[in-house]
């Protein structure tokens, strides 16, 4: 029997996701645990994490690596790319259209089967940019 299928419905875990679906941030655990700690005063961020890894499992999620190495999380989960702050780790989506031909390159020079089409760049968001401005007057 698939385990994945026969899923208990967890109130939490539907509370986790309405408030990823809320947010065009792409949070961390650690964000959705400040959140839901306001509801459910016994919640643990480990908790936190393993619902988010059952939502993206159960497709419902996608994780995506923050520029911190901390993972971020989308309830979108068509593909799209993104951008990341290597400052302060931010995950900003960048709407962009990528010519499939690249994935069809990287299909070719790598072997891999693309399943996921979509592309993350880092860089330095504006507000760090003007951070560090400030820092250098
Ligand atoms: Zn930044
Ligand atoms: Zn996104």
């Keep these: 029997m698939n385990q994945s299928n026969h899923r208990k419905r967890s ?56 520029g911190k190495s901390l993972d971020h999380f989308d309830a979108d989960t068509s593909p799209h790319h993104h951008i990341t702050c290597l400052q302060c780790g931010r995950v900003t989506d960048a709407p962009v259209t990528v010519n499939e031909e690249v994935f069809k390159m990287i299909e070719q020079i790598t072997g891999y089967q693309v399943l996921l089409p979509q592309i993350s760049v880092s860089g330095l968001c504006p507000d760090c940019q003007r951070q560090n401005e400030k820092k250098s007057m």
């Design 11 to 66: 109130v939490r875990r539907e509370r986790i996701l309405e408030l990823l679906r809320g947010t065009k941030e792409h949070p961390t655990a650690e964000w959705v645990y400040e959140k839901l700690k306001k509801e459910y005063t016994d919640v643990s961020l480990g908790t936190v994490y393993r619902n988010l890894r059952i939502l993206v499992e159960d497709g419902l999620a996608q994780s995506i690596q923050g």
